[in-house]
T-cell receptor, first 114, second 112 residues
């Protein structure tokens, strides 16, 4: 089955700096890659997603890149703010043949220092 | 904006007891999921449900677990005989085909 590795496990940056979180996946059939932000005690919330027919997607300060050949994808947050502090999870899924159950990475705890 | 809801928010039970966790998915969604998250760990897939039957399940979802959609709105997860290691946050999620999964707020299950 699918396995998703995520690095780093913790990341501390100064406000205004950029943050990059990287994930690799094992199943070449995976075609949907969402990123979720989870604040302490709250539900995971989707912040951006990318499908395998696209190499890059951007939404304001957040961008995701996908390299299908290398089977890795990355989250980029620019101009970080203290409210970006949370745990970020990447996930991989196969949409189409199956019902799209998400396989998550272990998460990255991002701390943005004012 | 419609949201997935879950009840109860916190459930405390004794080992060996049965628990039922309840979810109300977003009304026009067709796919339903249960995930769990042990404290401080990653979110793990348990089961997906579509067209009134299980679509996929993980190795975690053994014979102690079952899911049901008893009416047009609720989606339940039952654990027949709880174990200490079942203590976790359980999230329900729902989606329309091939789109974002929306997560509920979770039920924290504590097994004593």
């Amino acid at each position: 089955g699918e396995n998703v590795e995520q690095h780093p496990s913790t990341l501390s940056v100064q406000e205004g700096d950029s943050a990059v979180i990287k994930c690799t996946y094992s199943d070449s059939a995976s075609n949907y890659f969402p990123w979720y932000k989870q604040e302490l005690g709250k539900r995971p919330q989707l912040i951006i997603d990318i499908r395998s027919n696209v190499g890059e997607k951007k939404d304001q300060r957040i961008a995701v890149t996908l390299n299908k050949t290398a089977k890795h994808f990355s989250l980029h947050i620019t101009e970080t703010q203290p409210e970006d502090s949370a745990v970020y999870f990447c996930a991989a899924s196969i949409y189409g043949g199956s019902q799209g159950n998400l396989i998550f990475g272990k998460g990255t705890k991002l701390s943005v220092k004012p | 904006e419609p949201e997935v809801t879950q009840t109860p928010s916190h459930q405390v039970t004794q080992m060996g007891q049965e628990v039922i966790l309840r979810c109300v998915p977003i009304s026009n969604h067709l796919y339903f999921y249960w995930y769990r998250q042990i404290l401080g760990q990653k979110v793990e897939f348990l089961v997906s449900f579509y067209n009134n039957e299980i679509s996929e399940k993980s190795e975690i979802f053994d014979d102690q677990f079952s899911v049901e959609r008893p009416d047009g709105s609720n989606f339940t997860l039952k654990i027949r005989s709880t174990k200490l290691e079942d203590s976790a946050m359980y999230f329900c999620a729902s989606s329309v085909p091939y789109n974002e999964q929306f997560f509920g707020p979770g039920t924290r299950l504590t097994v004593l």
